[in-house]
């Protein structure tokens, strides 16, 4: 049964580095895995895409670990207008799957 | 290209109403999607077209729920004899294809009444 998980929330300061791990196990070789973020009453954003490894651009980084049993957004140095929901979207073949989102509160 | 449009924004119904949504997506993209978004939840895949071909359907698209691309444009979706399970957030979003990131309308909200 193809899942996505991702933690339900996380909280951080300004300035920071965030990490947002998403596991999906079931992943299969050929499977991409994409992040989005998402404000009230607005449809999804892309943030970033990957494959393996790591894929940097110029909000974020995305690290995918040989498994690719998971994989970690990277959020460099965090502002306000960061805090948002974050979703990670796996591709598997033709089912696109989302996890139900990691609400990302940052503080001043 | 002002991206993807979706029409209309908000949408009040009674149970067993028809309704029906539209989705005009950016004039270049071949693939449209649809999905379903309840609150706390991420989006529910629901369908998605290349072109004018339905592609894939999701479970969750129950007969009551038919979804159209004619000529490989602007897409509908149709949901007969509401339910308040129906009621929800509902998204389009199209893509250039394959793997191609999803850029996503505004959504249009529905809640049966």
């Known amino acids: 049964l193809a899942k996505t998980t991702q933690p339900i929330s996380m909280d951080s300061y300004e300035g920071q580095e965030v990490n947002i791990t998403c596991s999906h196990n079931n992943i299969a070789t050929n499977d991409y895995i994409t992040w989005y973020q998402q404000f009230p009453s607005q449809g999804p954003r892309f943030i970033i895409q990957g494959y393996k490894t790591k894929v940097t651009n110029e909000v974020a980084s995305l690290f995918i670990p040989a498994d690719r049993k998971s994989s970690t957004l990277s959020l460099p140095r965090v502002s306000l207008s960061d805090t948002a929901v974050y979703y990670c979207?796996?591709?598997?073949?033709?089912?696109?799957?989302f996890g139900a989102g990691t609400i990302l509160r940052v503080k001043s | 290209d002002t991206g993807v449009s979706q029409d209309p924004r908000h949408k009040i119904t009674k149970r067993g109403q028809n309704v029906t949504f539209r989705c005009d997506p950016i004039?270049?993209?071949?693939?449209l999607y649809w999905y379903r978004q309840t609150l706390g939840q991420g989006p529910e895949f629901l369908t998605y077209f290349q072109n004018e071909a339905q592609l894939e359907k999701s479970r969750l698209l129950s007969d009551r729920f038919s979804a159209e691309r004619p000529k490989g444009s602007f897409s509908t979706l149709e949901i007969q004899r509401t339910e308040q399970g129906d009621s929800a957030m509902y998204l389009c979003?199209?893509?250039?294809?394959?793997?191609?990131?999803?850029?996503f309308g505004p959504g249009t909200r529905l809640t049966v009444t």
């Open positions: 979207l796996v591709h598997y073949g033709n089912k696109l799957v």
């Open positions: 004039s270049e993209h071949n693939r």
């Open positions: 979003a199209s893509s250039g294809g394959g793997e191609d990131e999803q850029y």
